[in-house]
């Protein structure tokens, strides 16, 4: 006899990693319409696992926060295999703003890591737009910041935040699809929803998003002051500034270049700094005195 699958179970895909945490959580909600948030990488293993635990129901809908590999490349082939829709808020570039549209079009970020350049939902979902069955309800919150088609999804009191929350780690921002001003837009907008636990797709849940919601910004601030002390010294570029300000092991460097070349694209948008030249990937800052 085949029974009816919990109301909300948690697959966890096989890609641990420096970035990734334990693997990519992939949610099933719904006894008998399930919707699938975030089927993960088109791995044949953990799609069989999302087969298996949504049996004695069936996958309705499969919805993916971003567009990035490690989220979305599975998407395609869970489609398939059920006949659900895919629901995002669009292909990859979608969402970026003027800033970051125009330095991508430059060619002056590189970055790029990890995008899905091949994800296109089937249908598409704005900000504030629910989705409905008779068992659940959805609604998408557009959160910007680590991906500028970045959606979370609430449920009940809680919100399946992506990658913008994590307990474990801060998330990576990498222009031009990361974007330090729209990433505080995000954490704010979180904050404002009030819910009583986040769901990342990366780790455990957040019982406390109000605090680790402070921790992150928090750290964010420290890294601004960091930076800005550093370029005291002198002018330097992103790679030079996380090597002075990150003690991490050289393998994460990269990550952390990225991130710092987003607080200085943000911070140059202030007016707080500029680059020597043209605003690139490498560009030379100095400190606007």
Known sequence: MTHAPKALQTITAANPSPLTGPGTNSFLLGRDQIAVIDPGPDLPAHRAAILAAAAGGRITHILVTHAHLDHSQGAHAL???????????????????QIMQRLAQDGALAGGEGIDRDFTPDILLGDGERIETPEWSLTALHTPGHFAGHLSFQWQDEIFCGDVVMGWSSTLISPPDGDLAEYYHALARLDAAGAARLRPAHGDPIDNPAARIAELLAHRQLR????????????????????????????????????????????????????ENALTHDARFHLNR
């Open 79 to 97: 489609a398939q295999a059920t006949g659900a829709p895919i629901f995002g808020f669009g292909p990859a570039e979608a969402g970026r703003s």
């Open 224 to 275: 601004t002051r960091q930076i800005l002390q550093a370029l005291a010294d002198g002018p330097a570029n992103a790679a030079e500034l996380a090597a002075r300000i990150y003690d991490i092991p050289p393998a994460l460097q990269p990550a952390a270049t990225r991130n710092v070349l987003a607080h200085l694209i943000a911070l140059t948008e202030e007016g707080q700094l500029r680059p």
